[in-house]
């Protein structure tokens, strides 16, 4: 099928073109056509579609203003009636009722299509470490699709969804987005509810939204986000006022590039750095490397034991239900023996790095590439760890400093090869990637 939005799916059933019945038939169709990308781990089915179908007879297309669209879930969010399995066979369980963002959604009149593949347990960038299978790429098969949220970003990429629900934890939501040439939007952290999603860092984790369109993710956005008194990570965060900012940030010294198509990113880079430079707006540059030693503090230090107090429990219980590369990150903790100091020393560390990170983003918005460059699944097969790390290398640091972020399309690295830059900024400046987005893609 071929990619689809929001607006188009809305003008389909203005013109009656087609009925939401036919598209979610046609959808279900081209899952079976797709089977070999490993998208879903609940596909397409009439079975749990139809009642949602009939209910959009006691809605309003006026009132619900996404009447019909069709959406995709990674399953590591609930959905009622379901079984959620983030990516584990053996710790599956029947969803009792919808996660918070997903209930915002369906009472809008969104209509789910399936649950999605993901890097087991959300710990991963690439999208091939799930016994459901490796998700291919839905441009270049062969590539990575980008995780922890691959199934999502495959089904929209590839016309099975106008958009898909993510996590975000060190990137996850962005990755895949950029891989798959996607709009990926991570809001600050806590403003999406995250009740009824399977925790990976509970502190850091978000929802989020992956699109074909930038006027998408922010339409769901201001459906999604809102406070929810029964969520004790949700915070009170106002829907985003595009403006844009005094001053973009760059890099101080070139990215690193890596992979079979490191050249081909690091030109589309600087044609990137054109574009941006030719909106007006002044341009600083800044020194990237406490950045990256903030990053590094999410995997190389005692904060990767918070996925252990979240998972480790299951994990210990049931050493072979867990895939074998997710077994190690998890237990990594355990085998260190991080201790109350350690953490503490982490605390401060990071504390002191979001400080300067706020100092120097004051009404400013920073510019990055998504990814350093991409990866065969074969490769990432060969060299799990390494491979893993270089797609969080400008990633990671995002949610630990308590950032916002999207990630939109650039020009692409090669033919078949999408590249795309991510613009972060801090937590109460949203609407300046919001802002800065728009112009950047107009």
């Given amino acids: 099928m071929n990619r689809i939005s929001i607006a188009k799916v809305k003008a389909l059933y203005k013109s009656g073109a087609i009925t939401p019945q036919k598209l979610i038939e046609q959808i279900i169709e081209a899952s079976n056509v797709d089977e070999e990308y490993n998208i879903w781990i609940i596909k397409p089915d009439l079975s749990f579609i139809q009642p949602y179908l009939d209910e959009l007879i006691n809605k309003s297309p006026e009132q619900c203003p996404l009447w019909g669209v069709p959406f995709a879930i990674k399953d590591n969010i609930d959905i009622k009636g379901l079984p959620t399995t983030a990516a584990c066979p053996g710790y599956a369980y029947e969803a009792k009722e919808d996660a918070i963002v997903v209930k915002r959604l369906l009472e809008a009149g969104a209509i789910p299509v399936g649950k999605t593949n993901l890097d087991q347990f959300a710990t991963g960038l690439v999208g091939t470490r799930s016994p459901y299978g490796e998700v291919h790429n839905a441009i270049k098969p062969e590539l990575i699709s980008g995780g922890s949220s691959a199934g999502s970003a495959v089904a929209v990429a590839r016309g099975l969804a106008a958009f898909s629900l993510g996590t975000d934890t060190a990137g996850s939501g962005r990755v895949p987005a950029a891989l798959n040439e996607l709009v990926g939007l991570k809001p600050t952290v806590g403003a999406w509810p995250t009740k009824g999603a399977v925790p990976a860092c509970a502190s850091l984790d978000c929802i989020t939204v992956m699109a074909n369109a930038l006027e998408d993710v922010y339409m769901v956005d201001s459906i999604a986000r809102g406070y929810e008194e029964t969520d004790c990570w949700s915070k009170k965060s106002e829907i985003p006022e595009a403006s844009l900012p005094i001053k973009i940030l760059l890099p101080e010294e070139e990215p690193v590039f890596y992979g079979d198509y490191a050249k081909e990113y690091r030109a589309a880079w600087h044609t990137a750095v054109v574009h941006i430079k030719q909106c007006g707006i002044p341009i600083a540059t800044i020194d990237y490397n406490f950045l990256s030693k903030a990053a590094k503090l999410l995997y190389e230090g005692p904060c990767v034991a918070e996925r252990w107090a979240d998972l480790g429990e299951y994990v210990a219980s049931h050493p072979d239900q867990v895939f074998p590369v997710t077994k190690e990150i998890l237990t990594s903790p355990c ?47 060969n060299n799990p760890i390494a491979t893993n790390s270089d797609m969080g290398r400008y990633t990671n640091h995002c949610n630990l400093l308590d950032m916002c972020a999207i990630a939109i399309p650039g020009e692409r690295a090669a033919e078949d090869i999408p590249f795309g830059i991510t613009l972060f900024a801090t937590a109460p400046n949203e609407g300046l990637i919001k802002g800065l987005a728009q112009q950047l893609m107009s």
């Fill in 335 to 381: 085998k260190k023996n991080y201790d109350a100091t350690s953490v503490y020393k982490t605390q401060h560390q990071l504390k002191e790095y979001k400080h300067k990170a706020y100092e120097l983003m004051k009404d400013a918005v920073l510019v990055m590439p998504t990814c350093g460059g991409t990866w065969t699944r074969e490769q990432v097969r």
